[in-house]
Nanobody, 116 residues
Framework: QVQLVESGGGLVQPGGSLRLSCAAS????????MGWYRQAPGKQRELVARITSGGGPNYADSVKGRFTISRDSAKNMVYLQMNSLKPEDTAVYYC??????????WGQGTQVTVSS
């Protein structure tokens, strides 16, 4: 059974930092793409950052220069370092993984709230 478990969300003041982690288990094939998406209330889910097994990372324009995605392929883990957080970053953040064979998988989501 495949499981993606996110951790690291919480409440932080504007300008603060958080680090999200996502651990995958039960995926048989090598994971090609690992990413983070977010969904704010009343809005569609959007891509925040993604990183492929053989290429560099891609970021949404709204987080460039503030967020950094990284991965540990040996452990099937992906991370999102979020700095200089803004209230508009408030959302539920979802981990996403796409193996080289088969369909993508999603985590259950972790809440990030940026507020003073």
């Amino acid at each position: 059974q495949v499981q993606l478990v996110e951790s690291g969300g919480g409440l932080v003041q504007p300008g603060g930092s958080l680090r999200l982690s996502c651990a995958a288990s039960g995926i048989i094939f090598k994971i090609d793409v690992m990413g983070w998406y977010r969904q704010a209330p009343g809005k569609q889910r959007e891509l925040v950052a993604r990183i492929t097994s053989g290429g560099g990372p891609n970021y949404a324009d709204s987080v460039k220069g503030r967020f950094t995605i990284s991965r540990d392929s040996a452990k099937n883990m992906v991370y999102l370092q979020m700095n200089s957080l803004k209230p508009e970053d408030t959302a539920v953040y979802y981990c996403n993984m796409l193996p080289i064979i088969g369909s993508e998988y999603w985590g259950q989501g972790t809440q990030v709230t940026v507020s003073s």
